[in-house]
């Protein structure tokens, strides 16, 4: 599996190895003895799966408070998203800035989305089905997001009218967020 560092520290796209023939394809898409080789432990603790019947359909943009913040490894396993992270981690230098990316079931990418990020995805076929591992569990309570058309974050979605939850059709712009991340470097 190769590590591919993003544009926004801590933020990773995976692309697993993928051996095909004539019957289909393997991959791994998760091993703890790799994810640690590269210096990444978690516990993940929870699988999650969606499915968005229609195209232009925006899940996010989402995050979960501390004691509940959690890291995301995700993948679409069908169809073909147009992923986009956001770092919200006060004193962080790419602190607010914003990525996006093609997944798909296709190209297998994957992505690593570290405590502290906010994330969202905009399906770009119907009946795409996105599945991911978190290491934290889900919390009604810790739960909240970013405005999808937040003229901050002036995200370029492929959608100009998208099919949201009622949740995500109110959610508050970046400079009104409830967050408590805190950036620490590595170094």
């Given at each position: 599996m190769k590590f591919i560092s993003t544009s926004l520290i801590d933020a990773y796209i995976l692309e697993p190895n993928v051996y095909g023939d004539h019957r289909g394809f393997f991959m791994e898409s998760f091993s703890a003895k790799i994810f640690e080789e590269h210096g990444f432990s978690f516990d993940f603790v929870q699988d999650n799966h969606s499915l968005s019947?229609?195209?232009?359909?925006?899940?996010?943009?989402?995050y979960q408070l501390e004691p509940y913040a959690q890291t995301k490894l995700l993948r679409v396993t069908r169809g073909a998203v147009y992923d986009v992270i956001v770092d919200i981690r006060n004193g962080s230098p790419t602190y607010g800035k914003?990525?996006?990316?093609?997944?798909?079931?296709?190209?297998?990418?994957?992505?690593?989305?570290?405590?502290?990020?906010?994330?969202?995805?905009?399906?770009?076929?119907?009946?795409?089905?996105v599945q991911y591992k978190v290491d934290n569990y889900y919390s009604p309570e810790h739960d909240r997001g970013i405005?999808?058309?937040?003229?901050?974050?002036?995200?370029?979605?492929?959608?100009?009218?998208?099919?949201?939850?009622?949740k995500d059709k109110k959610q508050p712009?970046?400079?009104d967020i409830d967050y408590q991340f805190t950036f620490k470097s590595k170094e």
């Open positions: 019947a229609e195209s232009g359909t925006i899940r996010g943009i989402h914003w990525e996006g990316f093609i997944l798909s079931e296709d190209n297998k990418k994957q992505l690593l989305v570290p405590k502290g990020f906010a994330h969202g995805f905009c399906t770009l076929v119907k009946d795409t089905e405005s999808w058309n937040d003229p901050q974050l002036n995200i370029p979605w492929p959608t100009n009218n998208p099919i949201l939850s009622e712009n970046l400079v």
